[in-house]
């Protein structure tokens, strides 16, 4: 079975969920993988150490984040090409990945993604990839349960 004919009865929004979401949550682990080998220096002389300006700066993966979903928010709203939605959808699992995983950082304005409040970034992740979920995989069990509970309306017999 070729991938066109396993996507082929999907809507165009249900492919870029199943996209982005594909691409979230490869992204969020292999951020959390990363981040852990950085702190605990798993790997000291590895290839994976915070990004600090020569002035002290330490700049965090939120702020690619923020970067990637401006540029997605943009090339979104510029074409209509279902291709170019497609791609997009990928990239824009990977920035909504960047900024979630550092949700605790923005909501308290401090760093704090090792403490007990990080947890809020893992749970912002969490809702975000249900939402996701929730579209992609969930949409036709929510129009049969409407459909369900939605009285049937009949066409009246001549």
Known sequence: MGRSSVTAHL???RRV?????????????????????IHFELFPHGP????VTKSGLHIHHLFWGILLLMLTGFVA???RSPVWHLRIAIVFGIAL????????????L???????????????????????G?????LPAWRAIIRDLLPHRHAPKT
């Not at 990945?97 to 308290?108: I, K, Q, S």
């Not at 760093?111 to 975000?128: M, N, R, T």
């Not at 929730?134 to 969930?138: E, T």
Request: glycine content about 6%; aromatic content about 14%.
């Open 11 to 13: 809507d165009l929004g």
């Open 134 to 138: 929730l579209y992609a995989f969930g």
């Open 48 to 51: 994976f150490r915070n990004l």
């Open 110 to 132: 401090a760093d704090v993604y090792w403490s007990p409040e990080g947890i809020e970034s893992l749970k912002a992740g969490a809702f975000a990839a249900a939402c996701l």
């Open 77 to 79: 709203l510029a074409t």
């Open 17 to 37: 969920a199943l996209r982005a979401l594909a691409a979230f949550l490869l992204a969020f682990v292999i951020l959390r993988v990363i981040t852990a080998i």
């Open 97 to 108: 990945a960047l900024t979630l995983d550092e949700f605790a950082l923005w909501l308290r």
